[in-house]
């Protein structure tokens, strides 16, 4: 027999939900009948029936005595399911709304304390790892000269990667200098290859490298951000750091260049045969 707790997670409450599975068993109760079945106190069920009637989970017809009979649990859950929508989708505009007058009222505020010399401001930390892939997006619609971008598996969420793959593709239409450096490993994986092909064809500069000791971007020899797997079993989880800092963007840059003047240019593979050995002398 179903568990009427389970119908709190629709947004019932605890007596609504035994009130209705109740009712769903005879074909009209009293509301004492509801009460004592339901385990629910005598002085509370009317107002547990009028509630479950407002809600569309029961109806109430007067006759010698006051009854109550479910509604269709199909037609019930149906309309709960296009209410509750409805409310979220109002709830996610006001949230865009709040969101976008808060940014417009603390702009004045933020710009204000850009002449502070703060050096924690040098430096971001996002565990997110959706806010790690808007602030990549954000740095790199900034960039004015170069971008340089490690990548490695395990990636980032399967949510985050659409809007971050179309951003890398618009890149080539801003005339920068466009290198990634891939680790050898993303050959065997499907997505990383894709992106392989797709970036290779939109113009970047691709190469592979045996190995890669973490997932870098630097945006001109200004900033750079670090994406840190964390050192913990299961789901892999990022932690990104952002460094606004001239010396150590040039470090991390020249570190760079290390790798990328070893490592070999990517190619595309029509034969499955040419791309493993290709993946193996990469290894070597």
Not at 6 to 28: D, H, I, P, Q
Request: proline letters at 5%; aromatic letters at 6%.
């Amino acid at each position: 027999m179903i568990d009427a707790q389970s119908l709190t997670m629709l947004g019932l409450n605890s007596y609504e939900a035994a009130a209705y599975v109740v009712l769903l068993g005879r074909s009209e109760l009293s509301p004492s009948e509801v009460a004592i079945r339901g385990n629910i106190p005598r002085q509370r069920v009317y107002d547990v029936l009028d509630s479950l009637v407002a809600k569309g989970f029961c109806v109430a017809r007067d006759t010698t005595r006051k009854v109550f009979s479910a509604i269709d649990p199909k037609t019930a859950f149906e309309l709960l399911a296009l209410e509750r929508v409805a409310a979220l989708e109002r709830q996610c505009l006001e949230t865009q709304a709040m969101a976008s007058r808060l940014a417009a009222e603390l702009a004045p505020i933020f710009a204000s304390g850009r002449d502070q010399t703060d050096p924690l401001a040098y430096v971001e930390v996002f565990s997110s790892q959706a806010r790690i892939t808007q602030r990549i997006l954000t740095l790199a619609e900034s960039a004015r000269k170069s971008i340089n971008l490690c990548i490695k598996r395990p990636l980032i969420s399967s949510v985050a990667m659409p809007d971050l793959s179309r951003a890398l593709m618009k890149l080539p239409d801003r005339n920068l200098s466009l290198n990634v450096l891939f680790e050898a490993e993303a050959l065997e994986d499907v997505e990383l290859r894709g992106w392989m092909v797709g970036l290779h064809d939109r113009g970047f500069n691709v190469r592979i490298t045996p190995r890669l000791p973490l997932k870098m971007v630097s945006f001109d020899d200004e900033v750079v951000l670090v994406s840190m797997q964390d050192p913990i079993g299961g789901e892999p989880s990022f932690t990104g750091v952002v460094i606004r800092n001239q010396g150590v963007a040039t470090m991390l840059n020249l570190a760079f260049q290390h790798l990328w003047n070893n490592a070999r240019p990517f190619q595309k593979w029509s034969q499955r045969g040419r791309r493993s050995s290709r993946t193996s002398r990469i290894r070597e």
